[in-house]
């Protein structure tokens, strides 16, 4: 039996469909800065659904921790790139 994958490795599997999504809509003609605000509105939109669900909507604490927790990611990603584009850690 092939063993589950990491929860790690689920996620970044999952960036690599959105990553192909947002490669294809540019592929199709589509501006980068366009494609680029509608996958970080409808991840802010599923974030919302998440905290508030269908019917609601994030008041300014909510929207405080919800861009807290994109820092936090958009920082550990912004960490592994480092590791790999610069492992001798110059600037």
């Known amino acids: 039996m092939a063993d589950t994958p990491s929860r790690d490795e689920q996620i970044l599997s999952m960036i690599d469909e959105f990553v192909a999504v947002a490669n294809r809509l540019k592929d199709e003609g589509n501006d980068t ?17 998440l905290a508030a669900g269908n019917q609601g ?6 929207i405080r921790k ?16 480092k590791a790999q584009f610069n492992p001798d850690g110059k600037n």
Do not use: R, W
């Open 66 to 81: 919800i861009a807290e927790a994109y820092k936090h990611n958009l920082t550990l990603l912004q960490d592994l790139k």
């Open 57 to 62: 909507y994030l008041k300014e604490d909510g």
């Open 33 to 49: 800065d366009l494609v680029n605000a509608a996958f970080m509105l409808a991840s802010g939109n599923y974030a919302t659904f």
